[in-house]
């Protein structure tokens, strides 16, 4: 019994010491390997579940559709809590394992940050759809990052353009108090240079209203509020800080329909717990919103959770952040297809070539609706060596006390005003750095 | 039997007063310090350097700054992160706004920086003791954090707040490897670490134990406190704000304030609790229990479950880490208060009489 013990003991041992030492010795044939970061616990654990549970559905659902052109994906997931020091320790313990990850999701605006320097050495394509650093939308200077389906720049003027057509004409603005409440970090202050450009020239008043993390303490920003009575109050917040906004709002007597959130402020765990006190409250969706009968949603309930092969609670398939975890699984499955396309059908791609797909996507709508995005995805999603994001335009939807509901049509976000900004902060990162930008021969590599 | 004193004999007063007087201590330590600089950097992976050794040496490095404040001195703080926070931003803007500055003097400066703050926030501890204090340093935490968020000069006014360094060099060679990088903490874990121990055994360390002992008897007997604790701050956020300038150059390579959050003052305070107050040798034995061990264990649970055939969820797999963790750490100072550098010393003791104890 004792010597069962010791070998049991020791082989434990070498297992683990094996998988410190020499991750990277394992290759295997045939099978695409994508390491998910997700965050199921720690502070911001209920919304990074949901997300986490779409990615790995999402996986699942290609590999019982037969994988991308027979390649099957090999999934795993390692657990950073949301903590920028963790993230960068999962992805130095998963990039090279298993042939090498084709593409990480940082999940984290803090982590894509540290992972930004990175990723250029390991060449490693990031993914951030619909978050992260929004300069990284030009591909000239950012070769590794992309922020598909629109940035907080184009969150930012798509809601600007919403309160724009509630007042009746973008000049109505003039005169106007818009109040940004954000999370005091990297993350709540990407919106602030795109809303500043827009005030400037539409002539609204912004006044800025920080909110220290983790953000249950408003009461000091709500009195500002009260006293200041803005015409539109933004909500830039994650967690605990937007039900806590809400329900501060509800507490001051702000109206929740003059409210607008980020989409990171506009899904079911920011508002479910205010319930009722959170009617009328509007966010910004970057291409989706929730949608329990979209076909792709109905299809992962049939292969997948019908099965009891589901991820997470059946329930929750369909709302805001599962379906942001799908999507953004789907366009690095896209990226793979595209990159398959050109380096070779049924292998599997290196990050380098990954890299390529990424940045030739081109889904129209017909190729979205044929994967299962009918309603939810807007084509054409075509990106290109120098636009990283793809699409620009976004949705407003309403919480109505029990659901979301869109409210607002497409809003495609002005173009002429977010490409200058990205440009001249993308060449002033350039410049810091002492990077030159890419040679049209590199976009073709 | 191996471990054993006799027939060697100190006949100078430099001999009585090596570090290590016994020869296979010596040794011991020769051949880790060797097997460090020279064996892992060629055997081990990537992966390892970058993601567990680094930040084990680094960590380390903090955790000899907390142990001198905490663990010689006796003064409890709980403004660490904020030290490290001011020595990763003093250095970034040393670095940034003085083109051609080498890295390791920005790394120096960085640290000064944080010494000049470590004597500001260090002043309470010439009023209050303990308790009060920690609570008084916390004030450090909540003012770095403020200071980094709100001041623009700080973080070159980035739109985000975030800041990055790139294209670091040491004497010309690019800190670009892991091994580079690991080799690099290595060296400035290795001279700051035999600064410290040095200081903590000279005339100013005895003064730090005194005050911590009982700083009245201390006092009269011609310890003057002020200096004493001073100073003890002044070294103590020296180190720390050097580790934390490490941390962000050469771990992060970008970083934003909450990178240094409280989360880390009190990480740093259980890292010298558990590895042992007032030993330098604790505080690796700390930083290892503190990083590498939840890694260790969120790597190691799959497969010990793997072995019996069950597949066990990531989040299954993260709260178990949790929980082991905390126990561990209970179970550890229950087993020894004094923390794992006094199990230790208290494992060489009886390796002296082995096999024959009396």
Known sequence: MKFRKIVLATAVAVTGASALVAGSAWAQAKEQYLPVLSYRTGAYAPNGTPTANGIVDYYKLVNARGGINGVKLLVEECETMYDTARSVECYERLKGKNGGAALIHPWSTGATFALTEKAPVDKIPLITTGYGRSESADGTVFKWNFPLLGTYWVAADAIVQAIGAKEGGMDKLKGKKIALVYHDSPFGKEPIPLLQERAKMLGFDLQLLPVTAPGVEQKATWLQIRQARPDYTLLWGWGVMNSTALKEAQATGYPREKMYGVWWSGAEPDVRDVGQGAKGYNAVTLQHGTDKSAPIVKEILAKLHDKGQGTGPRDEVGETLYLRGVVSAAMGVEGIRAAQERFGKGKVMTGEQVRWGLENLNLTQAKLDALGFKGVLRGPISTSCADHVGSGAARIHTWDGSKWVFSSGWIESDQQIIKPMVRSTASKYAAEKKLTARTPADCQS | ???????????????????????????????????????????????????????????????????????????????????????????????????????????????????????????????????????????????????????????????????????????????????????????????????AKNLVRSAIGREWMAIRDMDVAAAVIGIRPMYAKLSAFAVSSFIIGVAGALWAFVYLGAWEPSAFSVDYSFRLLFMVIIGGLGSIMGSFFGAAFIVVLPIALSQFLPAVAGLFGVEISTTAVSHAELMIFGGLIVWFLIVEPHGLAKLWSIGKQKLRLWPFPH
């Open chain 2, 1 to 195: 039997m191996l471990y054993r004193e006799n027939g060697q004999f100190k006949t100078s007063y430099s001999a009585d007063q090596q570090i290590f007087p016994i020869a296979q201590d010596r040794w011991l330590v020769g051949a880790l310090i060797a097997l460090a600089f020279v064996a892992v950097p060629l055997l081990a992976s990537d992966y390892l350097m970058r993601a567990i050794l680094i930040p084990f040496l680094i960590f380390s490095l903090a955790a000899v700054g907390v142990n001198i404040l905490v663990g010689y001195c006796g003064q409890i703080s709980l403004g660490s992160g904020a030290f490290m926070a001011v020595g990763a931003y003093g250095a970034y803007n040393f670095f940034v706004r003085l083109p051609g500055l080498p890295l390791i003097p920005a790394l120096i400066l960085g640290g000064l920086c944080a010494t000049a703050f470590g004597i500001l926030f260090g002043l309470p501890s010439l009023r209050v003791r303990g308790l009060y204090l920690a609570v008084a340093t916390l004030a450090a935490q909540f003012f770095a954090d403020w200071m980094f968020l709100r001041i623009k000069w700080f973080t070159m006014d980035t739109p985000s707040g975030s800041v990055a360094v790139s294209n670091l060099q040491v004497f010309g060679l690019p800190l670009e490897s892991a091994a580079s990088k690991y080799l690099f903490c290595l060296a400035v874990l290795a001279v700051i670490a035999l600064l």
